[in-house]
């Protein structure tokens, strides 16, 4: 198989915005009347969708939520994300990423983002960026029910690079995706897809462990060896040491 597309996770991949939505979540807690350990949302939220952390956290102390209520919620949070990365002089984007994209659009290659967040931040931030002319489509936390480690998200991005392009006949084992929480290394292996993990948000030993490929920076990522070992669909993980 031909590596044809790299599918990017976005919270700890692309953007470092964990201590943002700590904030802003510990907030909606606080709104509710509820008081979050500490730790709690790194445990919980890490590697999930929007929808499934605001549930699971609610959940863990006896709150039922509606469809409408937690829609409410999830609109709350997105207001407060915009207004914290506008206030923001320059996005904490990942050093490396800008060059990283850049490699893969000289060799071709499709690119998408595929995560939990919310398809609003995921604009936002791109756009400001400068970023988001680089990638195909999007498939945000919005337009799934089912979070990662959950596959749902990179099988429908393979669905929709497809129809975006007829004859592009993209398989997932010609994807390689780019994530940095084991939630979303799993995602990706169930959907038969092979997985670039970034230490930004797990130590590399940690990480080594569940991705094919394992790397502290961008920039550490050779993407003609990956592209090479990617047509003899490796099983083991492997990585590359700075």
């Not at 931040?121 to 990638?135: P, Y």
């Not at 970034?198 to 590399?204: D, E, G, S």
Request: aromatic share 8%.
């Amino acid at each position: 198989m031909t590596l044809k597309a790299v599918l990017f996770d976005f919270n700890g991949v692309i953007v470092n915005d964990e201590p943002i939505h700590e904030k802003i979540i510990d907030r909606l807690m606080l709104d509710e009347n509820l008081q979050l350990k500490r730790g709690e949302v790194r445990e919980v939220c890490l590697g999930r969708s929007n929808r499934a952390c605001i549930t699971a956290l609610l959940e863990r102390r006896g709150r039922f939520l509606t469809e409408t209520y937690l829609a409410r919620l999830l609109l709350r949070k997105a207001e407060a994300y915009k207004v914290q990365i506008n206030t923001l002089e320059k996005l904490p984007i990942y050093p490396g990423l800008t060059e990283f994209i850049a490699q893969i659009r000289a060799a071709g290659l499709k690119m998408a983002v595929v995560s939990g967040a919310m398809r609003s931040d995921i604009e936002l931030v791109l756009d400001r960026a400068g970023l988001a002319a680089n990638f195909e489509l999007i498939v945000a936390g919005d337009d799934l029910r089912a979070s990662k480690p959950a596959p749902d998200g990179y099988l429908l991005a393979v669905e929709l690079l497809n129809q975006k392009y007829p004859e592009f006949n993209l398989q997932p084992i010609e994807c390689l995706a780019i994530e940095d929480t084991f939630a979303g290394i799993e995602a990706a292996k169930k959907a038969g897809i092979q997985v670039a993990g970034v230490t930004h948000t797990y130590p590399f030993h940690m990480i080594q462990r569940q991705a094919n490929w394992t790397v502290d920076y961008f920039a550490d990522l050779e993407l003609d060896r990956v592209a090479e070992l990617c047509s003899i669909a490796p099983t083991e993980p492997a990585a590359q040491n700075t």
